[in-house]
Structures are given as C-alpha cells and as structure tokens.
Nanobody
C-alpha cells in the first residue's frame, strides 16, 4: 500500500497562511482522487478540498475562496494552500486517497485570534 505523510501544520495567527503537504511514497497522484479533510476535537471530520486525477477541484463551503488544493506529480505531493486563516480552521488535517481508502497520520493546524 501507498504511505502518506502530511506536513506543514503549525501555529499561526488569524489572517495568516500555511501550506500543507501530503507526500506519497510513490508516484500515484496522477491517477487517484485526493481529499483533504479536517477534524477538530469532539467534531465530525469534514471535507476541506478534493483534487481529481484530471486536475479539477472541489472545496467545502467554509474554505471556498481561501484554500487552494494542487499537486506536483513529479514530487508525489499534494498541497493545500490555506490563506486568510480563521480560528475555526483549527483542526488536524488529513489527506486521503479515495480509491485506496488510506489516510495519512495528520498534521495539526492551530489558528490563534
């Protein structure tokens, strides 16, 4: 199975930006749908963004216009650029390969007021 590793999380002030990375152990993102999800303590996991193999994208309503998902197939990496961060964006962020049903371990994003 493919291994996924998320990175790039951290502590940032409201209005700031972070870029998350989801790195795969081999070249796969050109053929798989990749989703970014997040989960705050005590909350349901929610969809943040999707990027399909063909390059089209979808976003959750709460992040539309602020977040951008992209990929670099040569680097086996999917990115989530997060701008204009809000405290309610605080969560653990995960990437997922839909066709394989595998997840990374997540990266913590904390946005302070």
């Amino acid at each position: 199975q493919v291994q996924l590793v998320e990175s790039g999380g951290g502590l940032v002030q409201a209005g700031g930006s972070l870029r998350l990375s989801c790195a795969a152990s081999r070249s796969i993102f050109s053929i798989y749908t990749v989703g970014w999800y997040r989960q705050a303590p005590g909350k349901q996991r929610e969809l943040v963004a999707l990027i399909f193999a063909g390059g089209s994208t979808n976003y959750g309503d709460s992040v539309k216009g602020r977040f951008t998902v992209s990929r670099d197939n040569a680097k086996n990496t999917v990115y989530l650029q997060m701008n204009t961060l809000k405290p309610e964006d605080t969560a653990v962020y995960y990437c997922n390969l839909h066709q394989l049903g595998i997840w990374g371990q997540g990266t913590q994003v904390t946005v302070s007021s």
